[in-house]
């Protein structure tokens, strides 16, 4: 497949599966959820979605746990919604890179303040 493609289907699969989670979800404990990055393959047959959560530690739990058992309905439904041949294999996975650099963010003012001190 065409590089070009692959990038196109990646970002509709990205913005589909955002606007799922958002309307048709209609689970109340799903809390803050965004859809940072879709990988495809080169056949197209699988996509990794990589999922960014907010809130508490429990919330966030219960809130993967929904995703988790939703993937069949994400699935079905991104298939409904994209013209390919096959529907994407869709695997979840959690992105943390926002409370890293949230950290490296807090570390870096740190080490501002003690020099600043001195």
């Known amino acids: 497949m065409g590089q070009l493609r692959t990038e196109k289907v990646q970002e509709f699969i990205k913005q589909e599966l ?21 990988e495809v393959t080169g056949d197209l047959r699988a996509a990794k979605a990589y999922i960014s959560l907010m809130g508490s530690d429990e919330e966030k739990a219960v809130t993967w746990q929904v995703l988790q058992k939703a993937v069949g309905f ?10 390919l041949r096959f529907s994407p294999e869709l695997s979840l996975q959690l992105d943390e890179s926002l409370e890293y650099s949230a950290r490296i963010q807090e570390l870096l003012t740190k080490i501002k303040e003690e020099e600043a001190g001195r």
């Open 74 to 83: 994400f699935r079905s439904e991104i298939g409904k919604r994209i013209n």
């Open 18 to 38: 955002s606007k799922i989670i958002l309307t048709e979800l209609k689970d109340p404990r799903v809390g803050f959820v965004t859809v940072t990055k879709v």
